[in-house]
Nanobody, 114 residues
Framework: QVQLVESGGGLVQAGGSLRLSCAASGRIFRFATMGWYRQAPGKQRELVAR???????NYGDSAKDRFTISRDNAKNTVSLQMNSLKPEDTAVYFC????????WGQGTQVTVSS
């Protein structure tokens, strides 16, 4: 059984920063591609950033130059450092693990006030 637990969401003013963390249980972590997705009200879920087991990184257009994804295989965690936040970054952020099967966390709310 794989469990993903997100933390670090909250309310921040525009221009501020937040750091999201995802703790993964189970033995798949070191082999899995880990990612962050987000879903705003009325919109489809979209990729924010993902990192493979080998460290290759992809960012969604909204995250480029502002967000940084990282992983710690020793601690089974993946983090997302978000800087220069904008009101349009307001969404529920989900942690994702892919290792043959997609696993999702329950999500953490990020709200950016103007």
């Amino acid at each position: 059984q794989v469990q993903l637990v997100e933390s670090g969401g909250g309310l921040v003013q525009a221009g501020g920063s937040l750091r999201l963390s995802c703790a993964a249980s189970g033995r798949i972590f070191r082999f899995a591609t880990m990612g962050w997705y987000r879903q705003a009200p009325g919109k489809q879920r979209e990729l924010v950033a993902r990192i493979t087991s080998g460290g290759s990184i992809n960012y969604g257009d909204s995250a480029k130059d502002r967000f940084t994804i990282s992983r710690d295989n020793a601690k089974n965690t993946v983090s997302l450092q978000m800087n220069s936040l904008k009101p349009e970054d307001t969404a529920v952020y989900f942690c994702n693990a892919v290792s043959g099967i997609d696993y999702w966390g329950q999500g953490t709310q990020v709200t950016v006030s103007s």
